[in-house]
């Protein structure tokens, strides 16, 4: 996993369309690109939005001088790449959004409360902020209710408190953070549901627009389809896009 990717689902009828970039789970030690990467981007082509699946480098001491930033410097090269290229692939530069699940979803949150710190050498004034963040069952802090082996994984067994509380990212919330949708079920009992709660709470108290769905059931890892309710959280998300107007 030394080499990353970004795999373009564009449609191409003409117009000019928002973008989403997908950013499957797996702990920071795989990826899931088939159900939380393909299937997703091509959920989002049938409603009208072009998507990237990005396969971005595993935290490795081996092949990265700083393991704590080597996925965020794939994501934000990613979103660089989209918005650098949006005229010729049909895309309003101005609606790219950013969706991860679980590990995933700490690295789009990573993304969306880590903008105005580059961990890339670019030197345009393309911004590195993503207009929407969706994040699915997120691994959002690496506090009490971290998922110990994503935590691990990014930023070692004995982090410092200073970089726990970095990539706690209900601690990086701020008035600029992009609006956010969030999904999770409550028996969630890989990645708690509290890392939900916490980052909704977040934006709360910076007043950046959000919603949330909360499942009774249906435990962690069940990408787009949740079969304990009849409720499909993708048509919740794109009413949401709607009212918000990133689905034109």
Not at 16 to 37: D, T
Not at 54 to 72: A, E, F, Q
Not at 89 to 105: E, T
Request: net charge neutral; charged share 15%; with cysteine.
């Amino acid at each position: 996993m030394s080499i990353p990717s970004l795999t373009p689902y564009l449609l191409n009828d003409g117009t000019i369309h928002s973008c989403v970039l997908v950013i499957p789970g797996g702990g920071y030690s795989a990826i899931a690109m088939g159900h939380e990467g393909e299937a997703i981007a091509q959920a989002f082509n049938k409603i009208g939005i072009s998507a990237f699946v990005l396969k971005y480098r595993l935290p490795n001491d081996s092949i990265m001088i700083d393991k704590t930033i080597g996925p965020l410097q794939d994501a934000q090269s990613a979103l660089l790449m989209i918005r650098k290229n949006a005229r010729q692939w049909n895309i309003n530069p101005a609606k790219v959004g950013v969706i991860g699940f679980s590990a995933g979803g700490h690295l789009a949150s990573t993304l969306g409360t880590h903008f105005d710190k580059p961990a890339i050498n670019y030197s345009s004034n393309i911004s590195l902020r993503p207009d929407f963040m969706v994040l699915i069952y997120p691994v959002i802090t690496f506090g009490t209710f971290a998922h110990v082996g994503s935590r691990e994984n990014l930023v070692g067994k004995n982090p410092s408190q200073q970089l726990t509380d970095l990539y706690s990212n209900e601690k990086q919330v701020t008035a600029s953070t992009p609006p956010t949708f969030l999904v999770h079920a409550e028996d969630d009992n890989v990645v708690p549901v509290q890392n939900t709660l916490m980052f909704y709470d977040a934006l709360l108290q910076n007043k950046v627009k959000a919603e949330m769905h909360i499942y009774p059931g249906g435990g962690h890892g069940f990408g787009l389809y949740n079969s304990t309710t009849r409720d499909f959280w993708f048509d919740r998300l794109k009413e949401w896009m709607d009212t918000n107007g990133w689905l034109k």
